[in-house]
């Protein structure tokens, strides 16, 4: 008789885009799966790992499993920011040609690191870097590709190729408006400027453009194709994409799944979670949103990429003061350009802001955003769209007026206003008349209507990470399908 295998434990290798909404969930995801006591090594720049190691307790939060380990690349990946299509073109390039050859590095059988670990198991990559596909199947491992974005917005991207065919795309600023029709499912309610921001290009040969949609295309080679959604949510949408990747895990939201499964783990007392921040987070703004009635706050963010002008600035500001309603903003320090500005100017404006505000106002340059938005004194969400700021309001009911900067936040906030009816759409506007209207819309005349609305959405989502709710089956069908992976 031969001798009998033993099990090999799941090493599995989690390499996000370095930015903080794919950081935030996926390493959410890595905590899920190692909660099933999987080994990670969780894979990120330099400057990412010191700023999680400046900014969140990972260290203490990571050290009750056994097996994870930050693992830094090497020193050549792009570290301005990422503010413009532009942008993700220097980071995506400069990853590509950096992390390949240190992860065959890493890898080899003989590599130092490979001799003090298990060997790695399955890969999950963000799903823009298909050469980690290429690498992943020359050495052998499963690839799985987690898209950090919404269903609709990756299905848009899915069908560029389609909308360049049928010359949907590119469409001149006048052709805004015009409904698209080649995504398919998304006839009804999708136009111009409702796919993501880089559709908006004028030439095809966009680089950003290109880039999106090869990767996106790319996705169906992959093992299988995580997201961070749930069925009730974005289940026809879902349906399209099957056609192409058949084999999704839809478990999301991730931030409060992993929630529900650590406090079962931890029998129901209070899991200690944190959040994933690259910005130190301001939380005097918890007992400031305590001093204030329920739902009468309006909570204002534009994600960890956004920049505004002076001018911009000024029109949101006057906007919020006038619609009388209470407000907590955040204004990241590095968030406001100017070209026209001195360097520090801008500074002063927030602080002159800061203090013109004091009465209606609070701000912070970086909030723990899922406690404030999970706080009764919270009734609306002024965000800029990004898919986790979403599903946060989403899980807590709240309400959200949305100004998508850039990318798939186009595409979501159409969602938020025509699909799924539980917010305002102001995208393409800046203007103080429309944000005080808006103001007073969300949090004041269609207060309850909203609410309403929000919260029906809100229980389905904690319907789905209930035990034998459908994230929560797709999570246990992950790990089962990567412990199977590793044999
Ligand atoms: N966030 C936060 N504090 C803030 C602003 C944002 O913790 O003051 C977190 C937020 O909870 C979310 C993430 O940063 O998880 C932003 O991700 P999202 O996908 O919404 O937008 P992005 O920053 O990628 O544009």
Not at 115 to 120: E, Y
Not at 140 to 146: C, E, H, K, T
Not at 173 to 184: F, Q, R, T, W
Request: hydrophobic content about 40%; charged content about 20%.
């Amino acid at each position: 008789m031969g001798e009998t295998q033993l099990p090999v434990s799941p090493h599995v290798l989690i390499f996000p885009f370095p930015a903080q909404g794919h950081v935030n969930s996926m390493l959410k995801l890595a905590e899920l799966l190692c909660l099933s006591g999987f080994k990670i090594t969780y894979l990120v720049p330099k400057n990412i790992h010191q700023r999680l190691l400046l900014h969140t307790n990972i260290e203490s939060r990571f050290s009750q499993y056994q097996g994870f380990c930050l693992q830094s690349l090497p020193d050549g990946i792009y570290e301005g920011s990422v503010s413009t299509g532009d942008d993700v073109v220097k980071l995506c390039d400069s990853l590509n040609s950096v992390a390949v050859p240190f992860l065959r590095e890493l890898l080899t059988p003989k590599s130092d690191w490979n001799n003090t670990k298990s060997p790695i198991t399955t890969i999950i990559a963000d799903g823009i870097f298909s050469v980690v596909i290429d690498f992943a199947q020359e050495i052998g491992v499963p690839i799985l590709y987690f898209r950090t974005i919404s269903a609709c917005a990756f299905w848009a991207y899915f069908s560029i190729h389609e909308l360049i065919e049928a010359g949907e795309i590119p469409f001149s600023g006048n052709d805004m408006d015009l409904a698209i029709k080649k995504v398919k499912g998304m006839e009804a309610y999708l136009r111009g400027r409702d796919l993501p921001s880089f559709c908006r290009a004028t030439d095809i040969g966009n680089p950003i453009l290109k880039i999106l949609s090869k990767e996106t295309r790319e996705t169906a080679r992959a093992n299988g194709l995580i997201m961070n959604t749930f069925d009730d949510l974005e289940g026809p949408i879902l349906s399209q994409i099957q056609i192409h990747c058949p084999n999704i895990y839809t478990i999301g939201p991730l931030h409060a799944h992993l929630k529900s499964r650590l406090a079962a783990a931890n029998s129901n007392s209070a899991p200690n979670t944190s959040s994933n921040s690259l910005w130190a987070e301001d939380r005097n703004c918890i007992q400031w949103l305590d001093q204030q009635p329920s739902k009468s706050v309006l909570y204002v963010s534009f994600g960890s990429h956004a920049v505004v002008t002076k001018e911009q600035l000024m029109e949101f500001w006057q906007g919020l003061v006038n619609s009388g309603v209470k407000f907590l903003w955040v204004i990241r320090p590095d968030s406001i350009v100017d070209q026209n500005d001195e360097e520090g100017k801008s500074k002063s404006i927030q602080e002159e802001l800061e203090a013109a505000t004091k009465e209606r106002g609070y701000m912070v340059g970086w909030a723990p955003q899922e406690q404030v938005l999970a706080h009764p004194a919270v009734g609306g969400f002024w965000t800029h769209s990004g898919w986790n700021s979403t599903l946060e309001s989403i899980m807590e009911g709240v309400p959200m007026i949305c100004w998508p900067y850039f990318a798939d936040q186009q595409t979501n906030s159409r969602f938020v206003g025509e699909v799924w009816k539980i917010g305002l759409d102001m995208k393409d506007t800046c203007d103080k008349v429309i944000v005080e209207k808006m103001i007073r819309e969300l949090m004041v005349i269609k207060k309850d209507e909203f609410l309403k609305t929000a919260n029906e959405i809100a229980k389905l989502g904690r319907k789905s990470i209930e035990q034998d709710g459908s994230s929560y089956c797709n999570l246990d069908r992950l790990i089962q399908d990567i412990r199977l992976m590793s044999n």
